[in-house]
């Protein structure tokens, strides 16, 4: 099944710093979710972007997509220590009719205060 | 609160026994799914279901059972045909698919240990 792969795998930055995590995947999609998972806990669906759609923003994240280029990234400005966690990308085929989101290994982000 | 639960959230079990791990949605969500999750890992789809009395079977389903009679339940049944089940354990929820996708809402997770 298709798969989102993260890039980096971990990114350190310090408080302030913007923190930028990309995701690539192989086939058509029918959107791609971006989620973030404290340590030990469950994920937390943060933005939802269309296949049809260029950009997304919600708060301080911004998500952009490139179908041309088969990527998205997820940039977080002026980034906190409360920021530290995993995040996911999950990618929805545009065929097969499930609809099932296959999530990627994820970015470990650590925000130093 | 409108949410997902599960339980326990920690699970200890012996090697050869079946163990059944919770899961509950007052969300209303018509979709239910189990995954797994192993250290350093994403999450792999073990199970789900987008309606009550129905579901498929997902990537790692081997070793695994599940039943949905009720909208709100979708228990998980690790049994000992799986060798190896000590994993992180999540539930999540979403409005229904197979028409278009949205977003899903996930429960807390259980930790499994088998020795």
């Known amino acids: 099944s298709q798969q989102g792969e993260e890039d980096p795998q971990a990114l350190s930055i310090q408080e302030g710093e913007n923190a930028t995590m990309n995701c690539s995947y192989k086939?058509?999609?029918?959107?791609l979710q971006w989620y973030r998972q404290n340590s030990g806990r469950g994920l937390v669906h943060l933005i939802l972007i269309r296949s049809n759609e260029r950009e997304k923003h919600s708060g301080r994240l911004r998500v952009t997509l490139d179908t041309s280029k088969k990527s998205s990234s997820l940039l977080i400005t002026a980034s906190r220590a409360a920021d530290t966690a995993s995040y996911f990308c999950?990618?929805?085929?545009?065929?097969?009719?499930?609809?099932?989101?296959?999530f990627g290994r994820g970015t470990s982000l650590i925000v130093h205060p | 609160d409108g949410g997902i639960t599960q339980s326990p959230k920690y699970l200890f079990r012996k090697e050869g026994q079946n163990v059944t791990l919770s899961c509950e949605q007052n969300l209303n969500h018509d979709a239910m799914y189990w995954y797994r999750q192993d250290p350093g890992q994403g999450l792999r789809l073990i199970y789900y279901?987008?309606?009550?009395?129905?579901?498929q079977k997902g990537d790692i389903a081997e070793g695994y059972s599940v039943s949905r009679e009720k909208k709100e339940s979708f228990p998980l049944t690790v049994t000992s045909a799986q060798k190896n089940p000590t994993a992180f354990y999540l539930c999540?929820?979403?409005?229904?698919?197979?028409?278009?996708?949205?977003?899903?809402?996930f429960g807390p997770g259980t930790r499994l240990t088998v020795t």
């Open positions: 086939t058509s999609i029918n959107n």
């Open positions: 999950a990618t929805v085929p545009l065929s097969g009719g499930s609809y099932i989101p296959t």
């Open positions: 279901s987008q309606i009550v009395n129905d579901f």
């Open positions: 999540a929820s979403s409005r229904k698919t197979g028409t278009d996708s949205y977003e899903q809402y």
